[in-house]
């Protein structure tokens, strides 16, 4: 862990710093969509997808700032997707990263438009020739996150949780539902650093395996806390699904064989990065993290 606290630490104040730049209050009546954005996006969460990005980015020795931009997108679409999960038509949650959710804080309307709006922002930064002076990287960039987020994505992903409540789902439907639902864009952050890193596709095929298995045992380790965890450490609800009937890993495996299976996955993500030295500890400490953390 050594590696990874004040790898966490600088990527946090990065992401606050980038996202307090990009999102300036207007001084008009959209004041008030721009704030409740701001207050999603500043200041909570692990930041582990851009932490991702800028891990991956980093190995090939490409500029922070760049990295930390990429990042900043994104951040900024797992943060709208938070925001309309939260929302009573999906899970109703009252709380997000131990603060009021941003329905509660605002409105549901101010909510939905967050959300819009730091959809869309994401790829306003992505496409800017700030972002890269290569139109090929930006286009790029802006197809990965596009396939990570749509019905390809998590957007998909999340259709079939809310199918889950009424469904009885099997092991390989669950798996798929999480690849897409939470692996995406963890994936598309590894993805990313990598076409930042001018790494071409047929060579990225240990990355997306690490970020493969990654990705399920980051939601395995979810689905133990959602079972075990405390509330109060995690910030936010917890034992909704058990409550709605979903099939978890959990339920699915049981806690013995869940816990075993993402330490396995784990030390196989680990294996991915076999031909690299130091320069991917940070991706090694991530994977080691996913399954050791408590919110």
Same mark, same amino acid.
């Given at each position: 862990?050594?590696?990874? @606290?004040?790898?966490?630490?600088?990527?946090?104040?990065?992401?606050?710093?980038?996202?307090?730049? #990009?999102?300036?209050?207007?001084?008009?009546?959209?004041?008030?969509? =721009?704030?409740?954005?701001?207050?999603?996006?500043?200041?909570?969460? @692990?930041?582990?997808?851009?932490?991702?990005?800028?891990?991956?980015?980093? /190995?090939?020795?490409?500029?922070?700032?760049?990295?930390?931009?990429?990042?900043?997108?994104?951040?900024?679409?797992?943060?709208?997707? #938070? =925001?309309?999960?939260?929302?009573?038509? /999906?899970?109703?949650?009252?709380?997000?990263?131990?603060?009021?959710?941003?329905?509660?804080?605002?409105?549901?309307?101010?909510?939905?438009?967050?959300?819009?709006?730091?959809?869309?922002?994401?790829?306003?930064?992505?496409?800017?020739?700030?972002?890269?002076?290569?139109?090929?990287?930006? *286009?790029?960039?802006?197809?990965?996150?596009?396939?990570?987020?749509?019905?390809?994505? /998590?957007?998909? %992903?999340? /259709?079939?949780?809310?199918?889950?409540?009424?469904?009885?789902?099997?092991?390989?439907?669950?798996?798929?539902?999480?690849?897409?639902? +939470?692996?995406?864009?963890?994936?598309?952050?590894?993805?990313?650093?990598? *076409?930042?890193?001018?790494?071409?596709?047929?060579?990225?095929?240990?990355? $997306?395996?690490?970020?493969?298995?990654? %990705?399920?045992?980051?939601?395995?380790?979810?689905?133990?806390?959602? +079972?075990?965890?405390?509330?109060?450490?995690?910030? @936010?609800?917890? $034992?909704?699904?058990?409550?709605?009937?979903?099939?978890?890993?959990?339920?699915?495996?049981?806690?013995? $064989?869940?816990?075993?299976?993402? @330490?396995?996955?784990?030390?196989?993500?680990?294996?991915?990065?076999?031909?690299?030295?130091?320069?991917?500890?940070?991706?090694?400490?991530?994977?080691?993290?996913?399954?050791?953390?408590?919110?």
């Amino acid at each position: 862990m050594a590696v990874l @606290k004040p790898a966490l630490e600088q990527i946090a104040e990065d992401i606050d710093a980038s996202f307090d730049a #990009l999102l300036a209050v207007a001084g008009d009546p959209r004041d008030r969509l =721009i704030e409740a954005m701001r207050y999603a996006a500043i200041g909570g969460g @692990k930041r582990l997808r851009p932490l991702l990005l800028t891990a991956t980015a980093g /190995m090939f020795g490409v500029d922070r700032a760049s990295a930390v931009r990429a990042g900043t997108a994104l951040e900024a679409v797992h943060v709208y997707s #938070l =925001i309309h999960d939260d929302l009573p038509c /999906m899970d109703n949650d009252a709380t997000r990263h131990g603060k009021p959710t941003v329905h509660i804080a605002y409105d549901e309307a101010t909510a939905v438009l967050a959300g819009d709006g730091l959809h869309v922002f994401a790829f306003e930064v992505l496409s800017d020739p700030a972002m890269s002076g290569d139109p090929f990287v930006r *286009i790029e960039l802006v197809r990965t996150l596009a396939m990570a987020s749509g019905a390809n994505g /998590m957007a998909g %992903g999340q /259709m079939m949780d809310i199918a889950a409540e009424t469904a009885s789902f099997d092991l390989p439907t669950v798996t798929r539902l999480q690849q897409l639902k +939470t692996g995406a864009l963890l994936a598309a952050g590894v993805e990313m650093g990598a *076409i930042l890193g001018r790494v071409p596709p047929e060579g990225r095929t240990h990355l $997306r395996g690490y970020a493969r298995d990654i %990705g399920l045992a980051f939601q395995i380790a979810d689905d133990l806390l959602d +079972t075990e965890g405390d509330e109060a450490v995690a910030g @936010k609800a917890l $034992r909704k699904d058990a409550e709605r009937g979903k099939e978890t890993f959990v339920s699915l495996l049981g806690v013995e $064989r869940a816990r075993e299976q993402a @330490k396995m996955l784990v030390e196989q993500a680990v294996q991915h990065l076999a031909s690299y030295g130091p320069e991917a500890d940070v991706l090694r400490a991530v994977a080691r993290f996913i399954v050791e953390r408590d919110h």
